[in-house]
């Protein structure tokens, strides 16, 4: 909900028949499986391209443009607008500022580099509003999520020794708070900043009696082999999973694993 | 403490007879009471410059070098280290990062420039690590400080009819949790952060009797004009105060500013 902002956002439209389309550009896919309910299009459109910047790509288009070393899909948009040689407007240079400020978790993470800040400045340039942008994506909770969130940090549970943080997500605090399970985004981020934190875990009950986790860790940890271990996946330092389980049955699995992978 | 990873900053040492100097030189000092205890000092030194990026400086100096337009005094360092064409080493990169990444609020700031940027891109490509700098600066929580984050997020007030919210801090929470009153920094822009709020405020109750107030606000609420109200002062949107009046009666006179101001 927080990107309703972005311009030209209401344009956005959802195809049926896809059988009338000739191109299909896929963006910020690392396969055919993230297209979800578009996958079959990539079978039945004349052109397909693909343009991404995970490197597990599958390359699953006919024209596929991989680019490992951006920050994300939006810097490679930038890019082609550049080869392409067209005036860049202030709409797309926000789209694209944004695309940049959250694949990079606001220039934090290991992909920001000296060409991305370089980018970012000359969309500033462009008249991108960084406190305008910051405080639409960012500042943005609505009180029931502050409340949700309270309630996980509340509850975290410090394993200091495993260098180790979980907390809880149940549809109780739901309940209690009147927020949406979706609302939980960045407290696993907050979890994983406490010093001498290594992994930081959000368990999420949800109402079909699954467990979700959020995992997020600090090298040497890696959080995308413990949550392959679970059949999930994700980066080195920011992956999940979804169970059967239960949650407390999952904590103590968790907490195996660290223990062999780590003592 | 979350700065003892500088560069050479074992470096720094205090200086007591001011007489032996010849020059003395201010960084990021608005005004010469902001020297403290090194005050006397610009009187007895034959040479003195001052450095800062305030506009609000008076000029206290010989030389005064006033820079409105940069983000902070370590991009006026970067600009004369430029000007004077000497090459910058990788510790000095990390030193004018780190000072313009917490004086921009990690590039949020409206500060925040096409120039800084590249400025920031420039450091990067002398080896600056983003995600080495935001763990050690902002991610860098005891669990104590943790637990006092949450003890005042679980106390938030909610007045959402004035957008105001706030919290209070007692030395109660700080033998709860084992925390000091200084690792309360972050509490008022996470209160800051919800939606439709424009004024956020945490009180601490110090161990003299005295509450200090921390402000944040949105535009068009000016928390500079708020805190002068209690002979405090800062910015437009950040700004504090200390008063010998108890929290509670803080809290009234607050929500009576607001009612007035805003109604």
Redesign the interface.
Known sequence: PQYQFLPYIDKIASAKDFSKYNVLIALDAANKARLGRISPAMDVCPITINIDHHPDNSDFAKINWIDEKVTSTSEQIFNLWKLMDIPLTKEAAICIYVGMLTDTG?????N???????V???L??LGV???EI??KV??????EA?KL??AG??K?V?E?GLGFVYTIITQEDLKTTGAKMTETETLVDML????DINVAMVLKETDKHETKASLRS?PPVNVGDLARAFDGGGHDNAAGFVTNEKSDVVVEKVKRWLTASFS
Chains 1, 2 share one sequence.
């Open positions: 606001r220039w934090q993470y290991s920001t580099t000296g060409h991305s800040l370089k970012a400045a000359e500033l340039d509003e960084p406190t910051f405080e960012y500042e943005n909770f609505s009180v502050f969130l309270t940090l509340s975290a410090f200091l994983r900043s406490v010093k600090h």
